[in-house]
Each structure stands twice: as C-alpha cells, then as structure tokens.
C-alpha cells in the first residue's frame, strides 16, 4: 500500500515571504499522480495543484510551485510571496495510475498546517 | 456547477442514535468517495464507488457503517447505531475518471 508523510505538522511564514512544505511518498508504482490541497478553516477542501509522475517538468499555479523528485520520492510545495489568505491545512495527497476502477482513490498525508505572520 | 453538496452541514446527535449523511455528485462525475476526518487519523477512504459499484469499502470501520448509491448522481453514508468515536468530519467527493477529485464541504458529525 502506498503511504504519504509529510513531516512539518506546523510552518510558519512571514507575509510576502517564500516557504516550502515538504512531502515523501512511499510507492512501487512508476504510473502516479501527486496532489497539493488546501484546506482552510472553513474546511472546504481545495486543489492547490497536480503533477503527473511521467512528467519531468515541475508543474505551477500562480505563486504555487512543486519541486517534484521521483527518484527520491519527493514532492514539495512552494508558496509564493505568501498572503494571508494561503494560512490554511495543506494536505499531500497520491493517487495511483494504474488502469481501471481501483486506482481512482486518494491516499492523504497527515498535513501541514501553515500560519502566515503579518 | 454548483459542485459536490453535501447535508447536513453538522449533525449532533446522541448515542445509540441513526445518523444518514448525504451527498449529491457533480453533474457528469461517476466516481463517489467518502472520507472520514479527525484529528488522530487524518483523512481515511472510507469507501468508494465507480458507476454506482462500490470498489473498495475496506475502509469502513465495521458493520454500523453503510454507504448506497440509489441512483448515479446521489448518495448516502448511514451509521447505525452511532457512537462517540465516530465524531468526526466526513467528506464526500467525486470525480470522473483520472480528473482531480472536488470535495464537498463535509458534514460535522458529534455525538454525544
């Protein structure tokens, strides 16, 4: 079974300033996908952003980067000129290639909960 | 798109009570999960279903849990008879084929 880790259960961030939250995976796979999602206190869960294993390039939104390592099995988030509007719980999250039905589920890591300092 | 809705937004109930927890998909989505929140265990897959056919119901905690798909675009989450442990936020999401899943705004259940 796959697992995700994320190791910081809480980041902190000066207002405008950069920070990066940090995400292992454990897999056998080489087919994959791996998600970063945002959820504030509101807690509506929202897709930060999703790169597809087979791809080299990092993918990015915005103020939101990933430094995406297959061989380590890495896959962090960097934030941008943080606001005060990204302080929320950022969830890693995998979800699995392979073909059919069984492979359509997230398996979450643990969290991080982020505070941006004004 | 009005997105995954889910009802009720919180449930208080005491114990020993039935709580059903609903869940309406996305307009054209034919995969449905329900995950379960707390602050011990993070977000668990509870179950899932793809075309209305449960895939993977492993998660579910034990035989007080039930989830259904009558039809294609709604679903209910029943537990019977609840207990304190099963306090929690429950999330429902859908989506279609590999496309990222969208949660809904999830229920807040306790019970006391």
């Known amino acids: 079974a796959q697992t995700v880790t994320q190791s910081q259960p809480e980041m902190s961030v000066q207002e405008a300033e950069t920070v990066t939250l940090s995400c292992t995976y454990d897999?056998?796979?080489?087919?994959?996908?791996l998600f970063w999602y945002k959820q504030p206190p509101s807690r509506q869960m929202i897709l930060v952003i999703r790169?597809?294993?087979?791809?080299?390039q990092n993918a990015t939104e915005n103020r939101f980067s990933v430094n995406f390592q297959k061989a380590a099995k890495s896959f962090s988030l960097k934030i941008s000129d943080s606001q005060l509007g990204d302080a929320a719980m950022y969830f890693c999250a995998y979800r699995s290639g392979g073909s059919g039905a069984g492979s359509y589920q997230l398996t979450f890591g643990k969290g991080t909960k982020l505070s941006v300092i004004p | 798109d009005a997105g995954v809705i889910q009802s009720p937004r919180h449930e208080v109930t005491e114990m020993g009570q039935e709580v059903t927890l609903r869940c309406k998909l996305i307009?054209?989505?034919?995969?449905l999960f329900w995950y379960r929140q707390t602050m011990m265990r993070g977000l668990e897959l509870l179950i899932y279903?793809?075309?209305?056919?449960?895939?993977?119901d492993s998660g579910m905690p034990e035989d007080r849990f039930s989830a259904k798909m009558p039809n294609a675009s709604f679903s209910t989450l029943k537990i019977q008879p609840s207990e304190p442990r099963d306090s929690a936020v429950y999330f429902c999401?859908?989506?279609?084929?590999?496309?990222?899943?969208?949660f809904g705004n999830g229920t807040r259940l306790t019970v006391t």
């Open positions: 307009s054209g989505h034919n995969s």
């Open positions: 279903f793809n075309n209305n056919v449960p895939i993977d």
């Open positions: 790169q597809e294993a087979y791809k080299q």
């Open positions: 897999t056998s796979e080489s087919d994959y996908y």
């Open positions: 999401a859908s989506s279609f084929g590999y496309s990222p899943l969208h």
